[in-house]
């Protein structure tokens, strides 16, 4: 379970990450990451499932298994963090290091970019 303090619950938080962060994906997920300045806020993840993953059991299964994958990867997140997992309907065939996986490399992938788009700034 993500501490209360990593999770992301508002709309307008989800909103400003998908919007105006960057976008990383694998076959089973997409991460949309950005960064705010200033403030000592600890990082933030959410996660989107819908329905085209599943029903309601598959939907809950994913989610239980990305909050697992991402609470490893909170300690290498900077504060400001805020981050999207947004899972495919291909995550729900896939197991849980797999998904585990993707989440690594999409995560990765994105701090990449956000770090390229800052220094072109």
Do not use: I
């Not at 400001?80 to 729900?92: E, F, G, I, M």
Request: with cysteine; proline share 5%.
């Amino acid at each position: 379970m993500l501490p209360a303090a990593h999770r992301m619950r508002r709309s307008v938080d989800f909103e400003r990450a998908v919007r105006s962060g960057v976008r990383a994906g694998r076959s089973t997920v997409v991460v949309h990451l950005t960064q705010d300045s200033g403030g000592d806020e600890p990082p933030q993840v959410g996660f989107v499932v819908s329905k085209a993953v599943g029903n309601a059991v598959h939907r809950n299964k994913v989610k239980r298994r990305l909050r697992a994958a991402s609470q490893s990867y909170l300690d290498a997140l900077p504060p400001q963090t805020r981050v999207v997992v947004r899972a495919l309907p291909a995550a729900a065939s896939s197991d849980f290091a797999q998904l585990d996986q993707d989440l690594a490399s999409c995560l990765k992938r994105a701090a990449t970019r956000w770090g390229q788009r800052t220094a072109d700034a």
